[in-house]
């Protein structure tokens, strides 16, 4: 896909501006709620981030100014239809636990259910100042198993996860900061430009260096005992491929020249 060319597909839009790849979702009349065939074609859109060496970081946000994503389409579902989800989860990334690219999410609205938990699964969550989350699934006799209720109550505090999750109360923006698990609130009009400024911050950074820096964060949270993941940490195939790298040496070249390092990802 070349610069800016917006592709159309039938549930989402995918822009790539450089090394950024932007997923916008296009269902404004269920208030972007995804069903099985919306996350099969997400499913394929992140196949592709994931596989591409160009594209260094995704962004995904919501079409219209109303949500990011209000769920699971239970319209869809109570009509009798196949609504199970990919291998990948919902949204065609909750289930992608190994993702090693930075994925930044732009909440433009409210992020309920599935929507909260794709937010969740995401790195970075910037969000509008009306953007409110929630995960209500128990309400209609569903649990968050599409990875909300394991991040939340990994990303902030236990009592403070446990008292979203039982009541499924919904948290606003400004909650959201101040619990932790978003990262910068603003106003809607400027959601996209400011995940894009984040997005540019990190292609500062060797990309590899990136997904080394992400891959042992991971395998810090899945290993709590420092000392059994420390001396391994050279062994992830994330960190091997950094310290086998051109940008390794590209890196300490430029700072010496004192000029902006040329990252080729490889």
Not at 186 to 203: C, F, H, N, P, S
Request: aromatic residues 6%; neutral net charge.
């Amino acid at each position: 896909m070349s610069d800016n060319a917006i592709q159309h597909y039938e549930y989402c839009d995918v822009e790539q501006r450089g090394h950024v790849l932007i997923v916008t979702i296009r269902r404004p009349e269920v208030r972007n709620a995804l069903h099985r065939p919306a996350c099969l074609e997400l499913e394929k859109i992140f196949d592709r981030f994931e596989a591409d060496p160009s594209s260094w970081v995704a962004i995904i946000t919501g079409e219209g100014d109303k949500a990011f994503c209000a769920g699971n389409d239970l319209k869809f579902q109570a009509a009798g239809n196949d609504n199970t989800w990919p291998p990948s989860g919902f949204g065609g990334i909750t289930g992608r636990v190994n993702l090693q690219k930075p994925v930044i999410a732009a909440v433009n609205g409210v992020a309920l259910g599935g929507g909260f938990e794709i937010a969740l699964a995401c790195d970075l969550i910037i969000a509008s100042e009306d953007a409110e989350f929630a995960l209500p699934e128990p309400r209609v006799g569903l649990a968050a198993i599409c990875g909300g209720l394991l991040r939340l109550s990994q990303q902030i505090a236990y009592k403070e996860a446990m008292g979203i999750i039982l009541t499924s109360r919904r948290v606003k923006a400004s909650e959201g900061k101040s619990l932790g698990f978003v990262n910068e609130v603003v106003t809607k009009d400027q959601v996209l430009a400011t995940a894009l400024r984040w997005a540019e911050e990190i292609l500062k950074a060797s990309p590899l260096a990136i997904r080394a820096s992400k891959a042992l964060v991971q395998a810090g949270l899945s290993e709590p005992d420092m000392s059994a993941i420390y001396p391994r940490q050279k062994q992830l195939p994330e960190v091997a491929a950094l310290y086998a790298s051109a940008d390794r040496i590209e890196g300490p070249k430029a700072f010496a020249e004192k000029r902006i390092p040329v990252w080729s990802g490889r």
